[in-house]
């Protein structure tokens, strides 16, 4: 569950730009990523992809976007002077990847129970759940797999299945204000992000690419006296596609 907090460091500067060169923004640094970058780059390329499983070269592309962005303004974005706005939360899709909630018919509940179900064993191994548990006695069982796979291709196929009568992604719920914390977005050639503490009622931060230049465009705070600055429409794109984005078309 996302964390909320509240306070937020540029208290009078609700409108900022600003362009960190690099040597030659077309060729790449090298950086460094542990497990967790990978895994949230793989989550966000799934989401973003919206295809079974997302190509190997659009998980590069995010995981060098995220972390090249991360690197660049990691020490000039802080809340309270000390904890970073741009890597104290990961990206969260609005459904668990890999995760599907499926309901079977009776016959089919016992069959799973026994082992004897075989429908899915026909299937490519990715498309196989590795874990599965029921959630109650009603027949919903809770399936897990391997790798990236988007939940909403995997209904479509689980749905096709004898003995399957239902099926839906475990959808990401929260409590009172929480929210998403990363809201990216790809226009066909630059990708942004607007960060967020996790709280609805909280500041947003808006970063974005520029011909491979990343760049520091602004902070607000909803409900500010102030005018919207004029980078906030463009920042909302970001927030209204996050759950229902269906795919580049």
């Not at 204000?177 to 607007?194: A, E, L, Q, R």
């Not at 808006?206 to 906030?232: A, C, Q, R, T, V």
Request: glycine share 6%.
């Amino acid at each position: 569950m996302v964390g909320v907090i509240a306070a937020a460091v540029f208290p009078s500067c609700r409108e900022h730009s600003v362009n960190t060169p690099v040597a030659n923004p077309h060729e790449r640094v090298h950086l460094s990523y542990s497990h967790a970058d990978s895994v949230e780059a793989g989550e966000l390329a799934c989401w973003y992809s919206a295809t079974i499983r997302p190509s190997d070269s659009l998980i590069s592309e995010v995981l060098y976007s995220l972390n090249y962005l991360r690197y660049v303004f990691d020490d000039s974005l802080k809340f309270h002077d000390s904890v970073s706005v741009l890597r104290q939360w990961r990206f969260l899709a609005p459904f668990r990847i890999s995760q599907i909630i499926i309901e079977c018919d009776d016959a089919t509940t016992q069959a799973i129970f026994k082992g004897t179900y075989h429908a899915w064993t026909g299937l490519d191994s990715f498309l196989r759940p590795v874990e599965y548990r029921l959630l109650d006695s009603s027949g919903f069982f809770l399936l897990k797999f391997d790798g990236f796979s988007h939940p909403l291709r995997l209904v479509r196929i689980f749905r096709s299945l004898p003995g399957i009568i239902y099926g839906e992604p475990n959808y990401v719920l929260f409590a009172g204000w929480s929210t998403f914390p990363i809201y990216p977005w790809y226009d066909g050639k630059n990708w942004s992000y607007v960060f967020c503490p996790g709280d609805a009622r909280g500041r947003y931060w808006y970063l974005k690419y520029n011909d491979g230049m990343p760049e520091f465009i602004g902070s607000l705070l909803p409900g500010d006296s102030l005018p919207e600055p004029w980078w906030w429409e463009e920042a909302r794109v970001n927030i209204s596609q996050l759950y229902g984005w269906d795919g580049p078309q």
